[in-house]
């Protein structure tokens, strides 16, 4: 096992906190090879609540990620999300004046930069420079310029930035933890990566990932990234409003919601009962299911209409051809595809992580799009090996057959 070829991804979620480990191959392919979980403690919608929950939840999620991949964890790529979150798109361009001047990978690292100093805004932190699209001597369009002979090279960018002291209170409770973050992604950035075929993004489309606090959305149009958000809303408004209209507890209330809730009330039969035994109660409750499909239905209509406004505020591109694509932990919501198709009124498919071989089927659901995406956006732009060194992995402390062994028994114990 060539430590070159690992990398470690933190998704911290309102939910929970999943920590995976990816190995990837000779040809390119991501395979997982640790995972750890615990429910969400200190955090919600990316903003640190209580920083020593937030350190021991991280910490507990590293700790079974380490024990199944079976070596020490260091280093890893971090998500980032939250209404703190903003985005703009730049132009920047150089002019050389070397006569058949041929690009090179630093004369775009020199735009990146130019384009850094010119929006670098007082106390925010920038998360994203991702350029896309280069012109070439005002005219040529090139998707990568380097080895091109040229004269002025254009770019223009799409920049996410993050506000500084939501940003330095995550980073410190992961260096809290003990792990070095190289890489913050956004949470939309990494949730595409691992659902979107590259035809949709040619077309244009529009992703949103639904977890427990936060609504991340993200357009793609010709290919390249217009826009991004992270909206204070999830599927934890869904619980507590279950919570509230039936008088139970939240964990009843989840329970129940992802036991019997559907998306749409339309075509329910009005008389179905649904029984319920409170958490520490003798006694049963009983609520009918339309009222409980019409809670879900009501708090999920109101996130996608916050979505469209949303939207139709940051006056988009026009013919998103591909549609939305839904992702995320309420994306597993019986029939919202249904609502969301009567609200958008284009195409919608609900988006699971792909392209990688996993150690536990339960990563191929909606809620790992943000994990698995964070490595598969680090392996797209070869990022992962400049971090190569990202594990203190000692190679002779362990051989397969037990690190294989431990991790099997790992994944009977935890799932
Ligand atoms: N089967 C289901 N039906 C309805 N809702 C579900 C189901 N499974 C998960 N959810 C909801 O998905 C949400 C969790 O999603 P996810 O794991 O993607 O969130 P997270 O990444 O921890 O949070 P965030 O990204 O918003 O900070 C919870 O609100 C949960 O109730
Ligand atoms: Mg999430």
Do not use: W
């Not at 790992?368 to 060194?389: D, E, P, R, W």
Request: net charge negative; hydrophobic share 40%.
């Amino acid at each position: 096992m060539e430590k070159d070829n690992l990398i470690v991804a933190i998704d911290i979620g309102t939910s929970k906190i999943t920590t995976i480990v990816g190995d990837i191959g000779e040809y390119n392919d991501l395979h997982i090879i640790g995972l750890g979980e615990v429910p969400s403690r200190g955090i919600e919608k990316g903003i640190v609540t209580k920083p020593q929950d937030a350190i021991s939840a991280i910490r507990a999620s590293i700790n079974q990620a380490e024990d199944t991949a079976g070596f020490k964890i260091d280093h890893a790529v971090v998500n980032i999300g939250g209404p703190h979150l903003e985005c703009q798109n730049e132009k920047e361009f150089s002019t050389f004046s070397i006569p058949q001047k041929e690009i090179e990978k630093e004369d775009i690292d020199a735009l990146t930069q130019k384009v850094a100093s010119k929006i670098g805004k007082e106390n925010y932190e920038i998360i994203h420079i991702l350029p896309k699209r280069f012109i070439l001597d005002d005219e040529n369009e090139v998707i990568d310029p380097v080895n091109l002979i040229g004269s002025k090279l254009e770019a223009e960018f799409h920049i996410v930035l993050d506000k500084i002291n939501a940003y330095q209170n995550l980073k410190r409770v992961i260096e809290a933890a003990n792990i070095k973050p190289i890489e913050f992604i956004a949470n939309s950035i990494a949730s595409s990566a691992a659902v979107l075929y590259p035809e949709e993004k040619d077309m244009g489309v529009i992703v949103l990932d639904i977890g427990g606090g936060t609504t991340d959305i993200a357009v793609y149009k010709e290919g390249s990234l217009e826009y991004t958000k992270s909206l204070p809303l999830g599927g934890k408004q869904v619980t507590m409003d279950i919570a509230h209209r039936f008088k139970i507890s939240k964990e009843d209330a989840e329970n129940i919601k992802k036991e019997h809730g559907i998306a749409v009330v339309e075509g329910l039969a009005s008389n179905d009962i649904i029984e319920i035994y409170p958490r520490g109660s003798e006694e049963s409750i009983q609520i009918e299911k339309y009222d409980l499909v019409d809670t879900i239905e009501a708090r999920l209509s109101e996130i996608f209409e916050i979505v469209k406004s949303d939207l139709s505020k940051a006056n988009l591109p026009k013919n998103l051809n591909a549609g939305i694509v839904i992702t995320g932990g309420v994306a597993n919501t019986l029939f919202i595809r249904e609502l969301a198709e009567s609200i958008f009124n284009i195409d919608v498919r609900i988006g699971k992580p792909k392209d990688f071989s996993g150690l536990s089927e339960k990563l191929f659901y909606p809620q790992y799009a943000t994990s698995i995406g964070m490595l598969t956006f680090m392996k797209n732009n070869n990022l992962f090996s400049q971090n190569s060194n990202a594990f203190s992995v000692k190679k002779d402390s362990f051989n397969i057959s037990e690190t294989f062994k431990k991790l099997i028994d790992k994944i009977k114990e935890i799932f």
